[in-house]
């Protein structure tokens, strides 16, 4: 009786999370990702990193960082131990490369993807790409996506780097003080023309720090767009938690705490 875990109806698949926004000012938050990956992402054969992983990402060079090298290693063990690991990159850490993801041991994907996990077949995506009523952001990420900005943005020193990051982020809160809720939520047009390209009716993606399970259609015009919380333990309120889709195909959400959610 060798049958492996993960072909059991109901064994975890795949595990989804996003938004941890690490920081070595957030130590607990540090430490619960840590937990996950120990307790939760050994035990399931592969693991999503749906983007914002860091609260922000200058470089690779930055890796030399002690608790940049430690998460890139906790995230290798993982991998090590035979579990697949994936990344969609965020808004915050899209300058990750391929260093990165050799010392970590996992393999970058595009911005949506189209994966197969039991028996579905379901698209990912960070979710930023999607939030299109923020105009101002729009035309901010087609300029650092484009692939010569960020040759040139990396070629700068690493500290100058850090420095225009900050300057960046400090500006964005204030911007973010004055935005609408829904200025800040995904486009619903957006989110079906994600569906009709993929064509796909089911989506997991996060950014918006709103984890919900929306539900659109009936029968088989029927849509399930599962957006991921993101991770906070460094405060009172908590927040985090994961999606994971068994070997059956169930898809079941999970609070901070671990538990699961109705
Ligand atoms: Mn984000």
């Known amino acids: 009786m060798t049958a492996s875990v993960s072909n059991k109806p109901g064994a975890v698949q795949a595990l989804f999370i996003s938004d941890l926004h690490l920081q070595a000012a957030h130590p607990r ?27 922000y990402w200058a470089g690779d060079d930055d890796l030399e960082t002690p608790y940049n090298r430690g998460i890139a290693e906790a995230i290798r063990q ?4 035979g579990v697949q690991v994936f990344w969609i990159a965020g808004n915050r850490d899209f300058l990750v490369g391929d260093s990165f ?8 994907l595009p911005d949506p993807s189209v994966i197969a996990v039991g028996g579905r077949r379901l698209a990912i995506a960070h979710g930023d790409a999607q939030c299109t009523d923020d105009l101002a952001y729009m035309e901010f990420r087609a300029q650092v996506r484009q692939p010569q900005w960020q040759a040139q943005f990396l070629a700068l ?6 420095a225009i990051i900050a300057g960046v982020r400090k500006e964005s809160q204030e911007e973010q003080r004055h935005k ?13 023309a994600l569906f009709d390209s993929t064509a796909t009716d089911t989506l997991i993606h996060g950014h918006t720090h709103r984890p919900a399970h929306h539900l659109s ?21 908590q927040r985090g ?22």
């Open 29 to 55: 938050t540090t430490q619960a990702f840590l937990d996950f990956l120990q307790e939760q992402a050994k035990r399931a054969p592969q693991l999503y990193l749906l983007g914002d992983l860091f609260e």
């Open 78 to 81: 993982v991998s090590d131990s």
């Open 217 to 237: 259609g009936e029968g088989e015009t029927a849509r399930s767009r599962y957006v991921l919380p993101d991770w906070e333990y460094d405060v009172k309120a």
């Open 157 to 162: 020193p690493l500290a100058q780097r850090k």
């Open 101 to 108: 993801a050799q010392a970590a041991g996992m393999t970058m």
């Open 241 to 262: 938690g994961w999606i994971a889709i068994d070997a059956d195909g169930a898809i079941r959400r999970f609070g901070h705490d671990g538990q699961e959610l109705a």
């Open 180 to 192: 609408t809720m829904e200025i800040m939520d995904v486009n619903q047009a957006a989110i079906d």
